[in-house]
């Protein structure tokens, strides 16, 4: 992950050595290879365990064929795939390459005058090459009018540095790919989208720079005594048109140990950038703990939320919230945590989600390097009925800012099996901070601290709302509710105060916990004199955790 100005860390079995472009994560692995975690599991943009290359030898290409290409054509392959027994892939490399650590891979690029257009799309290719931690070869094909071509792997493809190694052979193969484009310039291709370990992939809008991640699908995360699989994407198809402006379409096939699968991604680029996402799943076995359009994000430390203490930045993270719209039309805005132990959350009755960014201030970061106020927004909208299922939030202890330590996705009530192909259609869009979802009044920043006043162990959420209709009550607040409610945990008061710098209100809340309670669910919703909502509800999980609160401060 992209990391801070200064930072070097060390934990638990991995350590930061480098910094990547655009927020790749800098992860020395051992020999073994094997996945590393941090308490449960850690997430990182590209996870080693399964994450693996193909069985077979790239000479039997998955892009053989009689006819033309279409989407029928990858789903028959996954269907083929599903019904075969899974063989764990070979993730050797030539000595030179499997020598190779994240600063010299990282060397190693795919040379800019070599990058293949895409037809007059504006899209141009670029390949990863494989070594350090992306040892699984992917096979990459273009298409063009239903034809279907191999992209061959060559040395002169890549920048080594000067002269390739003498043991790459053409049969190396890719570790994944990415398209660039003209977009935030007119005369600059800019990174657009990649897809670079396990089914993990990346995609901007204008102005934005790399944070979190979404992924193809997950496997038991945060399930318990579950060990996480990571499905890989094997191989792509990348459509080539001669249409200007067309989206970017490419197709990939992805394969695990209890899953296959037939996805297509149609990228469609500009200030805010989206993806419309058509998958089918064709389960080995029975799908326990399956998570439909995953997005993983990075939260260290915030406003809200200082267990973790950086020296100079306030705010250390990729999300800081976790939107949600649900069935009945209500608006939730769940705060992201660094949580002392593993914590999972589930909201039910959802239609909608993502992680979003909302500090937006450079003064709320000071990282000249990572960038943080620029990190995109993903938001997730379900395309038909996903039937029953919940909105999972898994939360894990981070140490610093190298992992990703949060997971959000679709949890389907029941569970997938092999009697019958899944399939389920998304769109995911990048926002920023202007985002418009909804008319109502937002979180503009929240804070938790105790209550001078009061026992100590009574905490007190500070929370300002702006937007929708708050600024015809800034100057006068008389009449408008903070509805407050947390189950195992008492309300102790609840008021709001007129901001005028912000042209909204403040809600001060004051919560006491429990004697059994090890969690209470804070919502706060601003209410007018009319009893309509103002505001959406803003959701805080609160634990009996000492060392999370700062110092006390009193409102004003």
Known sequence: KGVGEGTVASAAGFRCIGRAPQGACAVAVQKGRALLRIGAFLLVFAPLGLAASLAAPLGASFGAQAGGFDQAFVEARARALAQA???????????????????????VAHARARSI?????????????????????????LVRDGEVRPLAFAPDLFDYGGAPPADVTADLGFAGLRLLYPLNRRDKLDEAISFLGASYFRFLGRGQAYG???????????????????????????EESDEPGAPAVIHALLDSPSVAGAYRFALHTGARSFVDVAAVLYPRKRLDGLGLAPLTSMFMTGAHDRRIVDPFRMSVHDSDT??????????????????????????????????????????????LEAHYHLRPSYWVTPRGDWGAGAVRLLELPAPDETGDNVVAFWAPAAPAGPDAPLRFSYSIETLDGGERLHDLARVRIAHMTIARSLHGATHRLIVDFAGGDLSYFSADAQGVLAQASAPGARIAAARVRPHPRIGGLRAIVDVEMEEAAARADVSILLRGPDGRALSETFLFPLAREPAEVTAATPAR
């Open 85 to 107: 027994p899974y063989v764990a892939p070979d993730e050797r490399l030539p000595p030179s390459i499997d020598a190779l650590g994240y600063d010299s891979w990282r060397r």
């Open 212 to 238: 979190l991640s979404a992924r193809g699908l997950a496997l038991a995360a945060g399930e318990p005594g579950a060990r996480e699989e990571f499905p890989i994407f094997r191989a792509f198809w990348i």
């Open 322 to 367: 976790l939107l949600l719209n649900a069935r009945d039309g209500a608006w939730i805005a769940r705060a992201l945590r660094n949580p002392a132990r593993a914590q999972i959350s589930e909201l039910a009755g959802m239609r909608a989600f993502g992680l979003l960014q909302r500090a937006r201030a450079f003064e709320a970061f000071q990282d």
């Open 117 to 141: 257009p895409l037809g007059r799309s504006g899209f141009h290719l670029q390949t990863y090459h494989r070594g350090w931690i992306f040892r699984p070869a992917v096979q990459i094909h």
